[in-house]
């Protein structure tokens, strides 16, 4: 399907995309009716932006590009053309205490997000508000800032809520792309690290990408493995970013007393023991959605200063034009993580 390509508003910028990443939670809009990426917000919302509940969206929440066009209000001095930009992904309302913290994820009006409720980045071009834009140092690649955008993005501030520092020991559970990011942003705070997953595959590409050691769950209790490899202590800080149960369960189990656990995957339950699991270990769990504005913002500062090599995660790079093939092969889950460049 065609669309016309975006004039910007007042405050508005247009970027033509270099690079625009796959995420997980895309799958869910693929595999899912027409339509069901529109339900977070009202008609009335969906309205003022000349959309309604049966139109389909441009995927895409990972933009990375090159600014095209200004809106007449944007400050020049601020945002040029010509700027190398990656998109913080969501717009809010502006006013409630979550938007003027940074958190627009969780808006309390409800979030635009890109690739959602509002056109993504898996096209030519995409309109957003310039205050979306966050520069993109030339040390960074376009397809880097596109896995920063969302996935690296997520993984730091999940580490960062749980103050992960070289005195930690961490564990991380499920090796897709935010997972691997957590792994490599370990490694480049000096931070030992425990790699988790039931691919063969991916558990073998965790050490690749430095972790200290890697479990294959499918063939080992990864909670033994863990407490082995730990002297029976248990990993000060665990990270499940599966979203299963049984991920969760084995995160917190894993971890030492006074243990901090990040629940990131999305998706399913948990069952906990209260008393043994969480109280009588004063372990603390945090559930953590995505990122800040500002937040993306020290995440691309610590990726450049630190010289952590984002593109190494994709093991799939494509054209716009062969989306039905890409689509198709990122839903197998069985690879690393996949852009469309252009």
């Known amino acids: 399907m065609s669309f016309d390509d975006p004039k910007p508003g007042p405050d508005e910028i ?3 995309m270099k690079a625009s990443g796959f995420c997980g939670s895309d799958l869910h809009h693929y595999r899912g009716p ?3 990426s529109l339900q977070s917000r009202s008609d009335a919302f969906l309205a003022e932006r000349g959309l309604k509940r049966t139109d389909p969206i441009i995927a895409g929440h990972e933009p990375c590009g090159v600014v095209v066009e ?3 209000n944007v400050d020049p001095m601020r945002m040029k053309v010509g700027d190398r930009v990656l998109i913080y992904h969501y717009d809010g309302c502006g006013y409630c205490d979550q938007c003027r913290s940074g958190w627009v994820v969780i808006c309390d ?3 635009t997000i ?3 409720n509002a056109h993504g980045g898996h096209a030519h071009f995409i309109k957003v508000p310039a205050k979306a834009a966050i520069h993109l140092p030339d040390e960074i690649s376009f397809s880097a800032g596109a896995a920063i955008s969302c996935g690296m993005g997520t993984a730091f ?3 960062e809520r749980l103050e992960l520092s070289g005195r930690d020991t961490l564990a991380v559970f499920g090796m897709g792309p935010v997972g691997q990011s957590a792994v490599q942003l370990a490694k480049a705070m000096g931070v030992r690290t425990v790699a988790v997953d039931i691919s063969p595959q991916r558990v073998a590409q965790a050490l690749e990408f430095g972790a ?4 294959d769950s499918s063939k080992a209790d990864a909670v033994e493995a863990i407490l082995q490899w ?7 800080v665990a990270l499940d970013t599966a979203g299963v149960a049984s991920a969760r369960q084995a995160a917190v189990r894993s971890s030492a007393t006074w243990g901090r656990i990040g629940f990131v995957g999305v998706g399913g339950g948990v069952s906990l023991d209260v008393t043994p699991d969480l109280i009588l270990k004063q372990r603390s769990i945090v559930g953590h959605l995505t990122f800040s504005d500002v937040g993306l913002t020290r995440c691309v500062r610590f990726i450049a200063d630190h010289g952590v090599d984002v593109d190494r995660q994709f093991s799939h790079r494509w054209k716009l034009e062969d989306a039905d093939e890409a689509y198709r092969e990122f839903d197998k889950q069985t690879a690393g993580k996949a852009v469309f460049e252009f």
């Open 212 to 215: 200290t050691h890697a479990i």
């Open 157 to 159: 501030a999940a580490l």
């Open 230 to 236: 730990t002297g029976g202590r248990g990993v000060t």
């Open 70 to 72: 200004l809106g007449k």
């Open 34 to 36: 027409r339509g069901a």
């Open 14 to 16: 247009i970027v033509q």
């Open 114 to 116: 890109y690739g959602q």
């Open 109 to 111: 009006g409800g979030s």
